[in-house]
T-cell receptor, first 112, second 112 residues
Framework: GEDVEQSLFLSVREGDSSVINCTYT??????LYWYKQEPGAGLQLLTY?????DMKQDQRLTVLLNKKDKHLSLRIADTQTGDSAIYFC????????????FGTGTRLTVIP | KAGVTQTPRYLIKTRGQQVTLSCSPI?????VSWYQQTPGQGLQFLFE???????NKGNFPGRFSGRQFSNSRSEMNVSTLELGDSALYLC???????????FGPGTRLTVT
């Protein structure tokens, strides 16, 4: 089955860039997603990338996809204290199915 | 446009009871998926409904069931509650012909 892995914790200083990494195992994944979860809240979709793309940029967010290594990363430029949250990487699995497989989440702490 | 709404937001039940959770998708979205989030198992897919039909089901016991109504609203039911069913239950809806999923705030279920 699909297996998505992330490191558990990341700390950065306010104003620096954050890079959150994710590896996945299903080479047939078509879409990969990044979600943000703040305490007591649901998941907020940040961005997603189709598997035939290498990069996608959306304001302060840059997603890089290395399909050969099955590696996905999310870069947050000029990280702010409001970016402190848990970030989940997810993959959409088998074509025709819409269920998402999530990583364990990376807790990002931004130090003022 | 209003987001995905879930009711109730919090629920406390006793072992052996049953519970029904409700989800209203974003207007125009016909696909609704349910996920369970626990500290131990992370985010796991329960099932997906589209046009009142269950399209896909995760690896959960038969005590977990769901349904979708003609207005796309969905309910999930858990019978014979166990302590391990304590979790945040998240509902997500998907736009037509698209692959991103938008999540609601979740229902936090506590089983005592």
């Amino acid at each position: 089955g699909e297996d998505v892995e992330q490191s558990l914790f990341l700390s950065v200083r306010e104003g620096d860039s954050s890079v959150i990494n994710c590896t996945y195992t299903d080479s047939s994944s078509t879409y990969l997603y990044w979600y943000k979860q703040e305490p007591g809240a649901g998941l907020q979709l940040l961005t997603y990338i189709f598997s035939n793309m290498d990069m996608k940029q959306d304001q302060r967010l840059t997603v890089l996809l290395n399909k050969k290594d099955k590696h996905l990363s999310l870069r947050i430029a000029d990280t702010q204290t409001g970016d402190s949250a848990i970030y989940f990487c997810a993959e959409r699995g088998v074509a025709g199915a819409n269920n998402l497989f999530f990583g364990t989440g990376t807790r990002l702490t931004v130090i003022p | 446009k209003a987001g995905v709404t879930q009711t109730p937001r919090y629920l406390i039940k006793t072992r052996g009871q049953q519970v029904t959770l409700s989800c209203s998708p974003i207007s125009g979205h016909r696909s609704v998926s349910w996920y369970q989030q626990t500290p131990g198992q992370g985010l796991q897919f329960l099932f997906e409904y589209f046009s009142e039909t269950q399209r896909n089901k995760g690896n959960f016991p038969g005590r977990f069931s769901g349904r979708q109504f003609s207005n796309s609203r969905s309910e999930m039911n858990v019978s014979t509650l166990e302590l391990g069913d304590s979790a945040l239950y998240l509902c997500a809806s998907r736009p037509p012909s698209a692959y991103e999923q938008y999540f609601g705030p979740g229902t936090r279920l506590t089983v005592t």
